[in-house]
């Protein structure tokens, strides 16, 4: 598979969605899933 490079509005676009989705009631593995990224990926970006 190739690298996606994500510009940082995608990131935070996405990441929002993340959140939306856990507020929902989603669980957080499902809602990382639904934003096709994998989750080490997912919290790498929430750290920085």
């Known amino acids: 598979m190739g690298r ?3 510009t940082a509005e ?3 676009a996405k990441l929002r969605q993340v959140d939306v989705l856990v507020s929902q009631g989603r669980k ?3 809602a990382i899933r639904s934003i096709e ?8 970006w929430r750290s920085e």
């Open 10 to 12: 995608d990131i935070v």
């Open 4 to 6: 996606k490079k994500h």
């Open 37 to 44: 990224v994998t989750e080490v990926t997912y919290y790498r």
């Open 28 to 30: 957080v593995a499902e």
